[in-house]
């Protein structure tokens, strides 16, 4: 092994970092967005019918008729909103539970109702 071989296996182990380096330093910065406010915002057929801040401590229950013969019961609570309760054949809505985080969704396609959690100043959201 040669002193070029050796500054090349050092150069490469200290760049073998440099993953863990950006992601701590994108994480910090993710944290202090958290300070701004977050909302569930609920929208029928694309339309917004209600926004709650889920940094307040509330807790609300609220149906929605988005058409005849059809019912969401939507609950806001400790920082997080569900669809409690509806009456489409699938159930996709209720079987999704709480969601929390920005970009989350819960969506009842049958009543075009959707719940999508928003936070001021947020760039993008993490896509999984």
């Known amino acids: 092994m040669k002193i070029g071989d050796v500054i090349i296996i050092g150069i490469l182990v200290i760049a073998s970092f440099l993953p863990v380096v950006i992601f701590y330093f994108q ?29 307040e401590d509330n807790s609300v229950k609220k149906t929605y008729y988005p058409a005849e013969g059809q019912y969401n019961i939507v609950e806001v609570e400790d920082g997080r909103a569900r669809v409690k309760q509806d009456n489409s ?18 969506i009842c396609l049958p009543h075009k109702l959707v719940i999508e959690i928003y936070q001021e100043g947020a760039e993008d959201t993490y896509i999984y």
């Open 27 to 55: 994480q910090d910065q993710g944290q202090a967005d958290e300070t701004m406010e977050k909302y569930a915002v609920i929208r029928i057929d694309g339309e917004e019918v209600d926004r709650f801040s889920l940094d």
């Open 89 to 106: 054949p699938d159930q996709i809505a209720v079987r999704t539970g709480w969601i929390s985080e920005p970009g989350e969704t819960s």
